[in-house]
C-alpha cells in the first residue's frame, strides 16, 4: 500500500508544479488613465475592465472634436456604467464647475413626434431605454440613464435659410455630464445641441473636457 500511495504522489507532482508557477496577469491602463471594474453584461461586451480620463479640451461641444481628443489617446467618447465611476466624474465636475462631454447621440429612430410621445409610456424612445444610443459598445447604459436632469429632449433651436422661409428645427443630440453645482440636482445627465458654443450669456455652463476610455493594456 506504502508503494501505491507513492506513485499516486509522484504522478500528480508536474500538475502541482505547474500550478504553482501560474501568475495571475496584472491589469493595468495606459498612463493617465483610471482602472474600473464593471458587471459583464451583454451589452457591455462582457467588459469586465473599463479604463477612463477626463480629457481636458473646451471645444468638445462639438462631438467631431470630442471623438478627435480622446482619439488622441487611442480611446474613445464613453460614458460611466456604475455609481463609483459617476462619483469620480463628478468630483472633477465640481472642482472645475464646468460640464464634461460624454458619449450618447440621440436616436434617429425617435425623430417622429409620436415616437417622442411614445417614451413617456415606456416605449423604445423612453428616456431609460433607447432614446440616446452609445457608440461605444463597452457600455451598459442601464445605470446612467436613470441620472437625468429634466425630461429630454429638453433643447431645440430655431431657424431659417437665407432666402428660404422654411423653418429648421434641430434638438439636442449629443450628452453631457453637467454641473452639480448650477442644477442642484442628484442627476446630472443633460442633453445638449451638438456642435453649438455655449451662451454664457443666457447661463449655459462651458465645457472642460471629455469622459475617454479604452480597455486595459
Known sequence: MKHIVIIILVSFLPSILAASNVTEK??????????????????????????????????????????????????????VENQKELD????????????????????????????????KFGGLCAKEKELFVLEDDHTDPSFIFTKWTGEPPTA?????????????????????????????????????????EPDKQVGEVPFFGVLCGCPPV
Not at 466624474?89 to 411614445?118: E, S
Not at 454641473?179 to 443633460?190: C, I, P, Q, S, Y
Request: with cysteine; net charge positive; charged share 35%.
Open 156 to 196: 431645440s433651436d430655431k431657424y431659417k435659410e437665407k432666402g428660404d422661409d422654411t423653418e429648421i428645427f434641430t434638438i439636442a443630440e449629443c450628452l453631457s455630464l453637467h454641473n452639480l453645482l448650477a442644477l442642484e440636482t442628484k442627476g446630472n445627465l443633460k442633453d445638449f445641441l451638438c456642435g453649438e
Open 88 to 119: 469620480d466624474v463628478n468630483a472633477l465636475i465640481r472642482k472645475n464647475n464646468k460640464r464634461v462631454a460624454v458619449d450618447g447621440v440621440f436616436n434617429p429612430k425617435c425623430r417622429a413626434f409620436a415616437d417622442w410621445r411614445m417614451r
Open 26 to 79: 496584472v491589469v493595468k491602463c495606459p498612463k493617465g488613465f483610471k482602472l474600473y471594474e464593471r458587471v459583464p453584461t451583454d451589452r457591455n461586451k462582457n467588459t469586465k475592465y473599463w479604463c477612463m480620463q477626463v480629457v481636458e479640451n473646451e471645444d468638445v461641444y462639438d462631438r467631431p472634436t470630442a471623438r478627435s481628443v480622446c482619439l488622441d489617446y487611442d480611446a474613445v467618447i464613453t460614458t
